[in-house]
């Protein structure tokens, strides 16, 4: 009973607020987190808990990112603020601490909320209230769903479409071996294996974990035990490192194929200290550039940032991955005009034509809120990790997986996006 009454209350309160402000339409003059100054946007992130490993770096980055472009004259000259709260990595923490971004801070909308069991919970929440729910960090397919939430959009490759690609890879490069899957047991898990199943058909074992339980033992055994040769992972960051970890110790040797979710090696090497020698021959996918490429533009500018506002962090593909999440959210405010409102940014997401770091592109329109849409292969080799091979982009139906062509943009001299 204490939990349908406190159900009541937060739906009511949601609904007062709708009422006030009417969802957020009409001028920026009555939209909730805007003022003639100011723009107020909040995001969940684990900054402590089972995914912080790497994760932790992106809100900060993302924040570094907005500092810059205050220090530069804002946004229509709005500076922008960024309330960054900690979820842990937990679903019902993500719900309370979004509740209270959007009815104590009314934040004028909520940025990159990472996780698929966690921002999976509060989609609902955000719709009643009106909340644009931008770039959420993960490639769940959840999030392209523009009739059921007409506000939410992607930014990672979707899990599916990243499923494919590495799928692609081993299929040309591991014919005749036995591949196997490991993936975390939510939608994470389940869209990429629905990928690579659609490539290769149906994996010769598979096994899941959850992330209350640091143990993968039992997992990597029954690997072992199946014979598998090619092992495809769908990890964060701290299980691709207990993986490597605990394969090594019961004698485990198969190809490592991992999600981009999981395999930062910056990220791997922290976690795996002494046994960082265990990342060697790891083969991923990405669709940014990556950290250690100071010839590109892109680095070199988010070394820039990096070094003048976010204390000069360790810098890996975290900290490219936050900024660039910056970089579009700056891009699409420009886009939405002074006269800032809800209903206008999320016109403004679906007008498209996004440039940025990404190798392939945006997708966005009124009919897909699903983010990028491919990625380059990478390997790490000698302790480095590097691209090969080409660029490829997919669905996630079945639809071919073909090369994309196109170079990606090069940033503005001045390091601040105008509109499309």
């Known amino acids: 009973m204490r939990r349908f009454w406190t159900t009541l209350t937060v739906l009511a309160l949601a609904a007062a607020t709708t009422a006030c402000d009417g969802g957020g339409g009409g001028t ?48 229509h000259g709005r500076s922008l603020t960024y309330k960054i709260m900690d979820d842990t990595y937990n679903p019902a923490t993500t719900q309370q601490v979004v509740r209270e971004l959007v009815l104590q801070d009314r934040v004028f909308a909520i940025l990159n909320g990472l996780g698929t069991p966690t921002h999976t919970g509060v989609l609902d929440f955000l719709k009643t209230n009106r909340v644009p729910d931008l770039f959420v960090a993960s490639g769940s397919r959840s999030w392209d769903q523009p009739d059921k939430y007409p ?101 485990f040797k198969p190809q490592f194929v991992v999600s981009q ?19 060697e021959g790891l083969i991923s996918a990405n669709y940014l550039p990556l950290s250690t490429d100071d010839a590109d533009p892109w680095i070199q500018l988010f070394k820039r940032v990096n070094a003048q506002h976010n204390n000069n962090a360790e810098f890996d593909n975290n900290i490219v991955y936050g900024m660039s999440v910056g970089y579009l959210f700056v891009q699409t405010l420009q886009a939405a005009g002074k006269d800032l409102t809800r209903d206008g940014l999320v016109a403004a997401v679906e007008k498209g034509g996004f440039q940025g770091p990404g190798f392939a592109p945006l997708r966005f329109s009124a009919d897909d809120h699903s983010g990028y849409g491919g990625q380059r292969l990478s390997r790490i080799e000698g302790g480095r990790q590097a691209y090969f091979g080409t660029i490829w982009e997919t669905d996630d139906g079945d639809g071919p997986v073909r090369a994309y062509a196109a170079a990606p943009a090069a940033p503005p001299q001045n390091g601040i996006p105008t509109a499309p």
């Open 151 to 251: 506000g939410t959009f992607g930014f990672n490759v979707d899990y599916t479409v990243e499923g494919k690609i590495l799928a692609t890879h081993v299929k040309e490069t591991q014919a005749g071996k036995k591949v196997c899957f490991l993936g975390q047991d939510d939608d994470f898990g389940r869209d990429s294996l629905a990928g690579v199943e659609k490539i290769l058909g149906p994996v010769a074992a598979k096994q899941s974990y959850v992330t209350s339980n640091p143990n993968v033992g039992p997992q990597l055994g029954a690997l072992k035990q199946a014979g598998c040769q090619v092992v495809m992972l769908a990890t964060v960051p701290g299980f691709t490192a207990l993986t490597l970890g605990t394969a090594a110790k019961i004698g």
């Open 28 to 75: 920026s003059g009555n939209t909730p987190g805007v003022t003639d100054t100011e723009i107020l946007v909040g995001t969940h992130m684990p900054l402590t808990g089972p995914a912080a490993a790497g994760y932790s770096k992106i809100a900060p980055a993302t924040k570094a990112y907005f500092d810059f472009v205050n220090a530069n004259g804002g946004v």
């Open 261 to 279: 979710v999981g395999a930062d090696l910056t990220t791997l090497s922290k976690q795996l200290g002494p046994a960082a020698r265990l990342t």
